[in-house]
């Protein structure tokens, strides 16, 4: 199994919903990852986890909020989202964190904030 | 300064010729350098990887890379109209943080 999926495909939410995104992969590995991505813009780095843990937060707003239950699954709890949050969202797994490991990315999460 | 810059495009080539995309990186101690393909509305799809100076070739794509001039390329030889999409080249910072270049899209002209 060498794929990143992401459910669900395609999102619209209020913005005093709360709602979730999953990724799940079986490949073992043990850095996963959320990006962000604008039309015409390229993927922005939002929270990385390694071995479960969080790693890297970009500075990303609290209405986001990772977690990371098990080695295999990801999730992306939303609250209270703007508009300008609609985006593509996107997860990455690699073996680990560090010099050349290279991303796979999942099929990503269209969102759109209403 | 952008961590990683690319050729601004859009790039048009005919059906079987030579499409060249540059990449320069501002983080000198990088050592992993990618470049990713983006169809419209899909996610990016990693087509090459390369982490030593020199050439890197696999099927039509070969990738460049000089560390001395922080510079990475990537060559489609005998490019199909299938190759029309946005390439993004992606670079490991010294914090392990993958950052992707703004993309530059090809078009092939049948």
């Known amino acids: 199994d060498t794929e990143v999926t992401q459910t669900p495909k395609h999102l619209v939410m209020g913005m005093t919903n709360k709602k979730s995104l999953k990724c799940e992969q079986h490949?073992?590995?043990?850095?996963m990852y959320w990006y962000k991505q604008k039309a015409k813009k390229p993927p922005e780095l939002m929270f990385v986890?390694?071995?479960?843990?969080?790693?890297i937060n970009e500075s990303v707003p609290s209405r986001f909020s990772p977690e990371c239950p098990n080695s295999s699954l990801l999730n992306l709890h939303l609250h209270a989202l703007q508009p300008e949050d609609s985006a593509l969202y996107l997860c990455?797994?690699?073996?680990?964190?560090?010099?050349?490991?290279?991303?796979?990315f999942g099929s990503g999460t269209r969102l759109t904030v209403v | 300064q952008k961590e990683v810059e690319q050729n601004s495009g859009p790039l048009s080539v005919p059906e079987g010729a030579i499409a060249s995309l540059n990449c320069t990186y501002s983080?000198?101690?990088?050592?992993?350098f990618f470049w990713y393909r983006q169809y419209s509305g899909k996610s990016p799809e990693l087509i090459m990887s390369?982490?030593?100076?020199g050439d890197k070739e696999d099927g039509r794509f070969t990738a460049q890379l000089n560390k001395a001039s922080q510079y990475v390329s990537l060559l489609i030889r005998d490019s199909q109209p299938s190759d029309s999409a946005t390439y993004l080249c992606?670079?490991?910072?010294?914090?392990?943080?993958?950052?992707f270049g703004a993309g530059t899209t090809v078009t092939v002209r049948a």
């Open positions: 986890y390694s071995y479960e843990k969080l790693s």
């Open positions: 983080d000198r101690v990088s050592q992993s």
């Open positions: 992606a670079v490991t910072s010294n914090d392990y943080k993958l950052s």
């Open positions: 390369i982490y030593s100076n």
């Open positions: 490949m073992g590995h043990r850095a």
């Open positions: 990455a797994s690699s073996p680990y964190t560090g010099q050349g490991q290279p991303y796979t």
